[in-house]
């Protein structure tokens, strides 16, 4: 009986080791053509994205060398002595700030041309508004940019009010705070609290003089992390000209409009990433802001 099991075993073994066999063949066949495919799609998605990036940098590459082309010539027409009429100058500083304003502190140069221009001729009058208008656009399309990951503030001051009260008048005082999708933690949506007061104005050269405090987040109480006096005008652009604070974060103070009668001022608070080119991070700031980061996701 044990020998007719052991033939039957063997009979088995025979029978299903070329069946073994071809599973065994079917099954490689199977693992080598998945893997192929998903090599050979990789492969191509990698050669994609080579050829994106390669096309992208070569875009921007020829952005760039066309861009500082124009930007060296426009520039030379301010920086050669005595060369150039202020219509010129006035159309290029017009194409500077429309293609730079992210990059470049236009504010001494329109201030220049603004000194340069007559007021009392109706050609000085066509440029000087002119000037304006662009300011006035730049001003509101960094305002609008800044606004999409920040916080935005506008009030009116009325020079018969501030007239009344040489000590200063107080436009805003409020607590704002960044939205969700500019912040990378939780405790950062704590709020700061601003207070902005217009101390002065000089109607000859269109400013205000302004005196800005912001706390640090969540401490409306405590020492202000910023306590500053300066004069803003139309010519101070905010991604430009702006106060850093703590947590890679931004504040400015843009002047909308001016007239005999009163003005516009906006508050803006924003992240430092929004930021113009030429405004980097410290790099103890951008340290800082990774250790901190860092300690938060250990915890």
């Known amino acids: 009986m044990a020998d007719e099991k052991t033939s039957w075993w063997q009979k088995a073994g025979v029978l299903l080791q070329p069946v073994g066999g071809l599973f065994t063949a079917l099954a490689v066949a199977v693992v080598g053509i998945v893997g192929s495919k998903t090599l050979n799609d990789q492969q191509a998605r990698e050669t994609d994205v080579r050829i994106y990036a390669e096309l992208m940098s070569k875009r921007e590459e020829a952005d760039s060398n066309l861009r500082k082309d124009m930007f060296k010539s426009i520039l030379e027409t301010f920086l050669q002595p005595g060369s150039g009429q202020l219509e010129n100058k006035v159309l290029n500083l017009e194409l500077l700030a429309y293609n730079f304003h992210e990059s470049l502190d ?174 980097k991070p410290y790099y103890d700031e951008v340290i800082h802001e990774l250790l901190r980061t860092r300690d938060k996701t250990e915890k």
């Open 106 to 279: 236009l504010g001494p140069l329109f201030k220049h041309t603004y000194k340069q221009i007559d007021p009392s001729t109706p050609a000085g009058k066509g440029y000087l508004e002119r000037l304006e208008k662009v300011a006035r656009e730049i001003n509101d399309r960094e305002v609008r940019v800044l606004s999409e990951e920040g916080a935005v503030k506008s009030e009116n001051v009325d020079f018969d009010k501030l007239s009344e009260h040489p000590e200063g008048v107080r436009l805003i005082e409020t607590d704002l705070q960044l939205p969700p999708s500019a912040l990378r933690s939780t405790d950062e949506r704590q709020p700061r609290h601003f207070m902005v007061e217009v101390l002065d104005m000089n109607s000859a050269r269109k400013e205000l003089q302004v005196h800005l405090k912001i706390s640090s987040p969540g401490n409306a109480g405590a020492e202000p992390e910023v306590d500053s006096i300066f004069w803003v005008g139309a010519f101070d652009f905010p991604m430009i000209d702006n106060a850093r604070l703590s947590r890679g974060q931004r504040c400015a103070v843009t002047l909308n409009r001016f007239s005999k009668f009163g003005a516009q001022i906006t508050l803006v608070y924003f992240p430092g990433s929004r930021a113009s080119v030429k405004d």
